[in-house]
T-cell receptor
């Protein structure tokens, strides 16, 4: 079964500190894409970062980095120097290649609270 | 500015009525998607369309219908057959190519549907 698991329903982090949001995935596909999205209280989903299953380097986008451990099937999001505006829901997602790359599977999300 | 628009932002419906949610994109993307999000949960795929005049059922298509007559537009109809339609509905689009195996999705602001 293709599945995304996010085990942390909620996380607290102090402003300016780093935080790691966990994500594990399950697929038998060799080719897949992994994504993280942010959902502020307004509801719109915002793309943060992408990691391809064949990418050897961990992806980075500004303050966001993806800790990709393929053998463990984990794709944790690291946010460095947290800001108050980072308070939001964060979703890990996967696009398996066997679905033609069009179906995206989302995890249940982690709500991040950044404290001043 | 390129993006995805959804209307209306809030929608109230009486039981037994069909209602259509609008989704328009000017990103020139081939693929479009509809997701449903229930409180505290991730996104579930209702329908997706890879190209004009073609669409595929997602994981929870029962009680919903779509059309894709134009590249820019992918309206979703919530029919009276949908037993529990109160939810937040998100439309998304994605492009092909660009050097990645899998491209991220761009999301609209969402429509919050409440059945009275």
């Amino acid at each position: 079964a293709q599945k995304i698991t996010q085990t942390q329903p909620g996380m607290f982090v102090q402003e300016k500190e780093a935080v790691t949001l966990d994500c594990t995935y399950d697929t038998s596909d060799q080719s897949y894409g992994l994504f993280w999205y942010k959902q502020p209280s307004s509801g719109e989903m915002i793309f943060l970062i992408y990691q391809g299953s064949y990418d050897e380097q961990n992806a980075t986008e500004g303050r966001y980095s993806l800790n990709f451990q393929k053998a463990r099937k984990s794709a944790n999001l690291v946010i460095s120097a947290s800001q108050l505006g980072d308070s939001a829901m964060y979703f890990c997602a996967m696009r398996p290649g066997s679905t033609g790359g069009f179906k995206t599977i989302f995890g249940a999300g982690t709500r991040l609270f950044v404290k001043a | 500015d390129g993006g995805i628009t959804q209307s209306p932002k809030y929608l109230f419906r009486k039981e037994g009525q069909n209602v259509t949610l609008s989704c328009e994109q000017n990103l020139n993307h081939d693929a479009m998607y509809w997701y449903r999000q229930d409180p505290g949960q991730g996104l579930r795929l209702i329908y997706y369309s890879q190209i004009v005049n073609d669409f595929q059922k997602g994981d929870i298509a029962e009680g919903y219908s779509v059309s894709r007559e134009k590249k820019e537009s992918f309206p979703l109809t919530v029919t009276s057959a949908q037993k529990n339609p109160t939810a937040f509905y998100l439309c998304a689009s994605s492009s092909g190519g660009g050097g990645r195996l899998f491209n991220e999705q761009f999301f609209g602001p969402g429509t919050r549907l409440t059945v009275l």
